[in-house]
C-alpha cells in the first residue's frame, strides 16, 4: 500500500519521487517552506498529492508558529499560503486546498478559539483532507473499474497512480486496480512519458508493486501500438479540469488523445472533483507551468543536447473536451457536455 506523504509528530514525511524506483528514501520536512520545496522540486508530485502535501505545509507553519496572537497567527498563514499557491502554478488542487485550510481558520477565529485549539483544528482538517482523497480514489477506482471490459490492454500516460495521490489507490491506476478487484484480466503499456519519466520511473515500479502485467514503451511508440490493436483503452489523470471538460495533464496527452480518436480507442480521464475548476471556463485559461530546461537537456547528471541549444520545457498540455470519451469522478462517471455532467456533480 504506498502513501506518498504523511503526517508525523516530526513534521510531513514524503517519499522522495525524485529518486525512484532506484532508491526509496523518506524526507522528513520540519517547516512549510521546506514542504513547499519539496512541491516545487518534485519530491511529491501529482495534481491530488499536491494538495494534501500542501494541506500538511500549512498545518505544519501555523504548529510551530510561536506567537500569542490570533490575528498574528492570521498574518502567518496568509504568507504560509502565498508560499505553496507559488508552487506548482498549474495543479488545481493545490489551490483548492489552500482556500480550504483559509476557511478552516476562518472558522475557528470566529468561533473564538484559542491559539493552540486552531493548530489542532488545522492539523485535523489537513488529515480529513488526506483521508478524504483515499476515499475518493476507492471510488473513482470502483466506478471506472466498470468502465474496463475483460482482457483489456490500458494505456495510460505519466504517473497518476498512488505516488500521485494521498495513496492506495491512485486515479488513473486507480481504474485498473479497480478493474483488477472487480476479478476482471488487465494489463498496462505505460509510456515513458519524457522528459521527467513518470512513467518509467513511476508507473512501472507501481505496477510491479501490485504484481499487475506492465509493458513499458516510449512515447513515439503509442500511435504503432495502437495501430496494431493493442490498446482496449486509454486512462489518465489530470491536474486541471476547465468547466467544459477540457483537460489539462503531462505535456504528451493531448497527442495520445488525438491517437486514440483516430483509432477508434475510449479516451477517459480520472480525477476527483477537487481537480475540476468551475471558474475556469475553457482549457485556454488553465495556466501551463514551464520547468527548468536542464530536464530536457540532461537526464541526471548526463547531457544529451548540445551546449547553448534553445529549449522550450512545458510541463502539461490541454486535450479538448471533444476528444474525452468520459471523466471518472468519486460522484459518477461524467460524460459530454461536461458543462451540464460536471456542474451537476457539485450540485449533488
Known amino acids: 500500500m504506498i502513501i506518498p506523504v504523511k503526517w508525523s509528530d516530526e513534521g510531513v514525511l514524503m517519499l ?13 520536512l520540519k517547516s512549510f517552506n521546506e514542504v513547499a520545496d519539496g512541491i516545487r522540486n518534485m519530491v511529491v508530485r501529482g495534481a491530488p498529492a499536491i494538495g ?8 505544519l507553519g501555523a504548529k510551530n508558529f510561536v506567537g500569542t496572537n490570533v490575528d498574528d497567527l492570521k498574518e502567518e498563514l496568509d504568507y504560509i499560503c502565498g508560499v505553496m ?36 483544528i488545522l492539523i485535523k482538517d489537513a488529515k480529513d483532507i488526506h483521508d478524504e482523497d483515499i476515499e475518493s480514489q476507492r471510488l473513482i477506482a470502483q466506478f471506472g473499474g466498470e468502465l474496463i471490459e475483460n482482457d483489456s490492454t490500458i494505456l495510460t500516460h505519466c504517473n497518476a497512480g498512488a505516488l500521485a495521490t494521498g495513496g492506495v489507490w491512485g486515479t488513473a491506476l486507480g481504474v485498473v ?38 509493458t513499458l514503451i516510449t512515447d513515439n511508440m503509442s500511435g504503432h501500438i495502437m495501430k496494431q490493436g ?4 486509454v486512462v489518465v489523470g489530470s491536474d486541471r479540469i476547465a468547466a467544459n471538460g477540457d483537460v489539462a495533464n503531462k505535456i504528451g496527452t493531448y497527442m495520445v488523445a488525438v491517437l486514440a480518436q483516430k483509432h477508434g480507442i475510449p479516451f477517459y480521464v480520472a480525477a476527483p472533483l477537487s481537480t475540476v475548476d468551475m471558474n475556469c471556463a475553457t482549457g485556454e485559461e488553465i495556466p501551463i507551468e514551464e520547468r527548468n530546461i536542464r530536464e530536457i537537456t540532461h537526464v541526471q547528471d548526463i547531457q544529451l543536447a548540445p551546449e547553448g541549444i534553445s529549449v522550450s520545457n512545458y510541463a502539461f498540455d490541454v486535450t479538448p473536451n ?6 471518472i469522478t468519486e460522484k459518477g462517471v461524467a460524460r459530454a457536455p461536461y458543462t451540464d455532467s460536471l456542474k451537476k456533480m457539485f450540485e449533488e
Not at 494534501?52 to 498545518?59: D, H, K, L, S
Not at 502554478?89 to 482556500?99: M, S
Not at 478493474?179 to 505496477?207: F, H, M
Open 322 to 327: 471533444e476528444l474525452v470519451t468520459a471523466i
Open 16 to 28: 522522495d519521487q525524485r529518486l525512484l524506483p532506484m532508491e526509496e528514501k523518506w524526507l522528513t
Open 52 to 59: 494534501v502535501a500542501a494541506a500538511y505545509g500549512i498545518a
Open 85 to 120: 499557491g507559488k508552487t506548482r502554478p498549474t495543479a488545481v488542487n493545490l489551490f483548492w486546498a489552500i482556500d480550504r485550510m483559509k476557511r478552516t481558520f476562518q472558522k475557528a477565529k470566529a468561533e473564538g478559539k484559542s491559539i493552540s485549539e486552531i493548530k489542532q
Open 230 to 233: 493493442k490498446v482496449h483503452a
Open 177 to 214: 486496480r479497480g478493474a483488477v478487484n472487480q476479478g476482471k484480466k488487465v494489463s498496462v503499456i505505460a509510456d515513458e512519458t519524457r522528459p521527467y519519466l513518470q512513467g518509467a520511473r513511476l508507473t512501472a515500479w507501481e505496477l510491479l508493486q501490485d504484481d499487475i502485467p506492465v
